[in-house]
């Protein structure tokens, strides 16, 4: 993915490392290809203070970066699978990323890769770094949600909810748990890849007793031009409570920031008064008011 930005982007929410982590995906992932720090942001006056925004490029994928405060913690329920073309940028990244983490699953073979880990990061986020073998390598790097505890065997119903809300969706090949695979009930979905906006996905759902769920920490971001757009996407919204400054949870427990394009631009663009102006007007709003946010 190049090029024009991507439809949906995700949002990362640290307590204050968000320029250190930037800093530490950037040369991570420069071995595999492109990366680039596109924009720091400093928005005053908010309920956490100052907040540091920094926008991210990683292998064509967009991240936004947050230090906002010790709200929130990163889970493995949203995990990002780096797609690698050889064994040695699997070793490369992992070194990088494993450091000062916690292992998931030890790097090493499997059934489905000659060369696999899951860590968690200095900072928590979950990376998923695989060997592709002779499997071609579309989107190098590739969300994966985890359907657990009360969320567990509602991911098909998710992927057909999700493909309805976004255009140019598909939900691609589902692998399902066999007879002897318990604690997960045969037929429960072991993995499956789906698309929203032309961009791929992987979801998967186990039974297991884990102690973590999805958390505003993880959330994404849904870029639109219009306030038309912004009311369509504003529909995923289940959770009254949670909707604030653009952000909402839907009805399985994901979180979502629905955003217009032109915000960006204002605060990326406008001087230190136009600035204070639009954080203060968004802060008051739950779904984003386009005009109200010109007028600021």
């Not at 942001?41 to 203070?49: F, N, Q, R």
């Not at 889970?75 to 990002?80: E, G, Q, R």
């Not at 992987?202 to 038309?228: G, P």
């Amino acid at each position: 993915m190049s090029g024009a930005r991507e439809k949906i982007t995700p949002h990362l929410w640290y307590d204050k490392e968000a320029k250190e982590a930037a800093e530490l995906y950037t040369s991570a992932f420069s071995a595999l290809g492109p990366t680039r720090i596109k924009s720091t942001v400093t928005i005053h006056d908010t309920p956490s203070g100052s907040a540091d925004i920094v926008t991210i490029e990683l292998l064509g994928q967009e991240f936004t970066l947050l230090s906002a405060g010790p709200y929130f913690k990163f889970t493995p329920a949203v995990s990002f699978l780096v797609a690698c073309r050889t064994k040695e940028e699997v070793q490369g990244l992992w070194d990088k990323l494993a450091k000062g983490g916690k292992t998931l699953m030890e790097l090493g073979a499997y059934p489905f890769s000659e060369k696999y880990g899951w860590t968690q990061d200095r900072y928590g986020l979950s990376w998923q770094v695989m060997f592709m073998g002779e499997r071609p390598v579309g989107q190098r790097i590739t969300p994966s949600l985890m359907f657990v505890r009360e969320q567990y065997g509602k991911t098909e119903e998710a992927l057909r909810y999700y493909a309805s809300v976004f255009r140019n969706a598909k939900i691609g090949e589902i692998m399902r748990y066999a007879r002897d695979e318990e604690p997960d009930r045969e037929g429960a979905v072991k993995y499956a890849a789906f698309s929203l906006e032309g961009q791929d996905f992987a979801a998967m759902e186990s039974a297991r007793e884990h102690d973590f769920t999805f958390t505003e920490a993880i959330s994404f971001m849904v870029h639109c031009e219009t306030q038309k757009e912004i009311d369509h996407y504003w529909g995923l919204s289940a959770v009254p409570e949670a909707e604030q400054c653009g952000w909402l949870k839907d009805r399985f427990g994901l979180s979502w920031q629905v955003v217009p394009n032109a915000m960006d631009r204002m605060m990326e663009n406008g001087d230190k008064k136009k600035m204070a102006a639009v954080t203060q007007a968004f802060l008051k709003m739950k779904k984003f008011d386009i005009a109200e946010l010109e007028r600021a």
